[in-house]
């Protein structure tokens, strides 16, 4: 069983930040790409950040320059620092990683958790 646990969510004022965190527990044999999802009501899933094992990132469009993602190998972690942050940013945040377990290679998905930007 793999389980992805967030952390760091909150409310926070237009031009604030948060900083988010997502530790990956359980059978893990390899931890490949990871990343962090959001999908504010109404609307579809979409990709914020994305870290491969090697360290390659891609971000959205519209969080490059404010958004950075980070992993931690070791600590099975990766980190989302969120700066400037705009009303548009709120959303729930998911985390997401490509983790091949002892019997299968699948993507899993953390429980989510909401970033309110607003005054």
């Known amino acids: 069983q793999v389980q992805l646990v967030e952390s760091g969510g909150g409310l926070v004022q237009p031009g604030g930040s948060l900083r988010l965190s997502c530790a990956a527990s359980g059978s893990i044999f390899s931890l490949y790409a990871m990343g962090w999802y959001r999908q504010a009501p109404g609307k579809q899933r979409d990709l914020v950040a994305r870290?491969?094992?090697?360290?390659?990132?891609n971000y959205a469009d519209s969080v490059k320059g404010r958004f950075t993602i980070s992993r931690d190998n070791a600590k099975r972690t990766v980190i989302l620092q969120m700066d400037s942050l705009k009303p548009g940013g709120t959303a729930v945040y998911y985390c997401n990683a490509d983790v091949q377990a002892m019997v299968s290679r699948r993507q899993y998905w953390g429980q989510g958790t909401q970033v309110t930007v607003s005054s």
């Open positions: 870290i491969t094992g090697d360290g390659t990132t």
